[in-house]
């Protein structure tokens, strides 16, 4: 089992930046593909970005080149540096962990980030 806690959200405006933690309880933490999904008001969760353990890394159309993730494996956390904020970049952010070679995930309970001037 795996908990995950994720920080870090809050109100910024447009061209401004957050980063994102998520913290993850449990052993075995380079196990997972770690990976960072969002969800708009009126639209589906979509796909942001994730990370291998050996630091491969995937991001979706709409955020590449302005997040970044990463993760430190001694700490059992993940990051999401967002950089050049929008408003459509405006949801409710959550970590996931999935088991390498499985299907099995586990999901944080979300943080809300909002741009907006």
């Known amino acids: 089992q795996v908990q995950l806690v994720e920080s870090g959200g809050g109100l910024v405006q447009p061209g401004e930046s957050l980063r994102l933690s998520c913290a993850a309880s449990g052993s075995d933490f380079g196990s997972y593909v770690m990976a960072w999904y969002r969800h708009a008001p009126g639209k589906q969760r979509e796909f942001v970005a994730h990370i291998l353990s050996g630091g491969f890394t995937n991001y979706a159309d709409t955020v590449k080149g302005r997040f970044t993730i990463s993760r430190d494996n001694a700490k059992n956390t993940v990051y999401l540096q967002m950089n050049s904020l929008k408003p459509e970049d405006t949801a409710v952010y959550y970590c996931?962990?999935?088991?390498?070679?499985?299907?099995?995930?586990?999901w944080g309970q979300g943080t809300q980030v909002t741009v907006s001037s």
């Open positions: 996931n962990a999935r088991l390498i070679g499985t299907m099995r995930q586990y």
